[in-house]
């Protein structure tokens, strides 16, 4: 079985043991991805939700898929008062091809204005 592990540094180089992306045939899996480190580090859930989708975007392209090739996503939120805007910018970008999903309510993520994180997988 071949892994492939990736970094970009247009993402920001991790600061910390992980990938983010690791291939295994033909499925990419990513880390969670947040606002952190965007324009939009300190916007809105839905500001900070297109952010992140356009870092997925861009990984998607990497190896030549978009978003319309997402499986499945888990998205992690601090507020449930964010939902419907998150849910919003979610339903912008995915347009007819809606992936399998899980909405997980966290106590907080690792800088406090950060209100959303996202992690997918994707066909490959």
């Known amino acids: ?13 991790p600061v910390g043991p992980y990938s ?12 969670g991805f947040t606002a952190f480190g965007t324009d939009r580090q300190k916007g809105s859930a839905s500001e900070q939700t297109y ?3 356009e870092q ?3 990984i998607a392209e990497q ?8 499986i ?17 910018a979610l339903s912008a970008r995915y347009k007819d091809a809606v992936p399998a999903s899980a909405l997980v309510m966290v106590s907080g993520l690792f800088a406090p204005e950060l209100k959303v994180e996202i992690e997918a997988t994707i066909a490959a």
């Open 56 to 58: 997925l975007e861009f």
């Open 20 to 31: 983010h992306v690791v291939r295994h045939r033909d499925t990419l899996f990513t880390s």
């Open 72 to 88: 499945k996503v888990t998205v992690f939120v601090t507020d449930p008062a964010d939902i419907p805007g998150i849910r919003a």
């Open 1 to 13: 079985m071949t892994l492939t592990r990736k970094n970009f540094e247009k993402l920001g180089l």
């Open 51 to 53: 952010a992140v989708l």
């Open 63 to 70: 190896f030549g898929r978009s978003l319309a090739d997402l």
